[in-house]
């Protein structure tokens, strides 16, 4: 039986993973932090079937030490500080996550499991920041425009070098934005639909946003962690680009979700300086071709299906109701 542990366990992308690799028949083992609460709300369904484990990306030894004890043919390094503005507000507790947590991962791997742990790296579209190529694919140079893309640039680089460093089975995955009804509702999707539900129900009479005009390739998760998958059933570790190739404005965004809702967006939507970003990324659209060719993996999800599928989840979830029927993955 194949073993796999996921850092970032809780997170969107973790929870599933955890149940795609469960599906394929995996011993499961993820990373969990030690806090004073336990918000397992993402895995609270894959209790008794995942195997959690106490360690911290800042922590050396533990990272070591959960190696030894679940010791897993791969490895998925998805624990991050993942959200951009916190960067700016934290940006040295961002490198030693996001930037020195993977050094200590691979360096906990080279220890424990050189040649027989596969490596996952959750690399990010906002690398190329101020963009110097449309659309952008693994060989567009990177131009980071936040302390988070700064960190998550060393990430992908200490990635590639601990694979011609030491030969170890390393992949980056570069992903361009991913999300669901399991997205944190600090990023723009969720904070949207979740706005949309509560106006529609009589529970909030605004929606207050930054700037309107970045354009994003937002996907669906569950189509991403596929591709994290694929990436590490290949004969040779490499590194992939994973998007949609199509990109929206924020503005759009907003249009379709209350849209979908049956509501005029102009009615609720406010603009807050205070929410617009020290530096931006004003546009991200990836050519995921690579992927496509080596590894069989395309995007099954559309933008406007994500976004009425967010709606849809968010009003049910308001009104106490289960969540809508969706195929686990898809639509
Ligand atoms: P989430 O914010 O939903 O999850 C982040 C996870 O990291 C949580 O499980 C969190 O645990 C964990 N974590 C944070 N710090 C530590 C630490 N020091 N030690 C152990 N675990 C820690 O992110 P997503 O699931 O959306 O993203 C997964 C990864 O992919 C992240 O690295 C993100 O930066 C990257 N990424 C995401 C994209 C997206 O669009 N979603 C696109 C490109 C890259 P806890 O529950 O304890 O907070
Ligand atoms: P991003 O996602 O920064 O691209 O990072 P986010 O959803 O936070 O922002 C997307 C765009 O929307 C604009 N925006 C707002 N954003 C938020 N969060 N809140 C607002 O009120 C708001 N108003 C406008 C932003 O300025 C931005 O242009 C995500 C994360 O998942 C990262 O971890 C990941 O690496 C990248 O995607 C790819």
Known sequence: MKRALITGITGQDGSYLAELLLEKGYEVHGVVRRSSTE?????EHLAGKVHLHQADLLDQLSLIDVLKVANPHEVYNLAAMSFVPTSWKQPVLTGEYTATGVTRMLEAIKLVGRDTIRFYQASSSEMF??????PQTETTPFYPRSPYGVAKLYGHWITINYRESYNMYCCSGILFNHESERRGKEFVTRKVTDGVARIKLGLATELRLGNLDAKRDWGFAGDYV????????????DDFVIATNKTHTVQRLVEVAFEAAGLDWRKYVTIDQSLVRPAEVDLLIGDPEKAEKKLGWKPEVTFEQLV????????????????????????
């Open 308 to 331: 009425e599928r967010m709606v849809k989840a968010d009003l049910a979830r308001l009104q106490g109701k289960p969540l809508p029927d969706f195929k686990a993955r898809g639509i």
């Open 129 to 134: 920041g101020k963009v110097q190529a449309v």
């Open 39 to 43: 918000p397992f709300e993402r895995i």
């Open 226 to 237: 596929r591709a994290m998958w694929l990436m590490l059933q290949q004969d040779q570790p």
